[in-house]
């Protein structure tokens, strides 16, 4: 194997759950502006250790061309994650854990500007998709020798990133992660990926926060930024 190729893996899967695990022990604030950045940084360095790899390393993480089949990929993909939200939420009554409103990071999030949510939106959707489905699958599947042992690893990796939210809500994250890596393994495009994980982060981040502000459930966004 590689060895920049491992060392890249490493960065792609390990990365993002350590800078998650350091800002926790120093509690400090999941969302602030040099953590996105941190997430940026690992992507471009999972870009770039690929191109130097594979001459045709825009096939290996399924960036090529996209065309409407693409989007309507990525929107039924995003259609079906977002129709398991009322299943989460029986689940969690039953277990008798709270609701995702009114989870601290939820709720951190949605305190936030528009337009940094919208930053923030964008660089999960791009960087999350980079880093376990480009990297983790397209890379992996051939680390590996095996697309499902590199799916499985990835998003085991996804899934422990998001430690943050609390247990109850990684069950959303679990079956989210698994309909993008099957979206990745069906489409071969990454850029399908991107797509539906901004549609189901824009649902959750952009959409929820305002319809639950009218309610009065939350507070107004007020934060410019993290």
Request: glycine content about 8%; hydrophobic content about 80%; cysteine-free.
């Given at each position: 194997m590689s060895t920049p190729l491992?060392?890249?893996?490493l960065l792609a899967l390990v990365g993002p759950l350590l800078m998650n695990v350091a800002i926790r022990i120093a509690g400090g604030a999941s969302f602030r502006p040099w953590s996105r950045v941190v997430l940026w940084m690992l992507a471009a360095c999972a870009f770039a250790v690929v191109a130097g790899s594979y001459p045709n390393w825009q096939a290996v993480v399924g960036v090529q061309l996209f065309g409407i089949s693409t989007v309507l990929a990525a929107t039924?993909?995003?259609?079906c994650i977002l129709a398991t939200w009322p299943l989460i939420q029986l689940l969690q009554r039953a277990v008798g854990a709270s609701e995702i409103t009114n989870n601290s990071?939820?709720?951190s999030l949605a305190s936030y500007a528009f337009p940094y949510r919208v930053f923030l939106v964008a660089t999960a959707a791009v960087t999350e998709e980079v880093l376990y489905r480009g990297y983790g699958i397209g890379v992996g599947s051939m680390l590996f020798n095996s697309t499902a042992v590199a799916v499985a690893v990835s998003l085991a990796f996804f899934v422990a990133a998001h430690f943050r939210w609390g247990f109850a809500h990684l069950l959303w994250v679990l079956i989210a992660g698994g309909a993008l890596s099957a979206l990745y393994v069906i489409s071969e495009s990454l850029i399908a990926c991107i797509i539906a994980h901004?549609?189901?982060d824009a649902v959750g981040l952009l959409l929820a926060p305002a319809l639950l502000s009218r309610r009065k459930q939350i507070a107004p966004a007020v934060r410019s930024e993290v």
């Open positions: 491992l060392v890249g893996m039924v993909a995003a259609a990071s939820f709720r901004a549609i189901v």
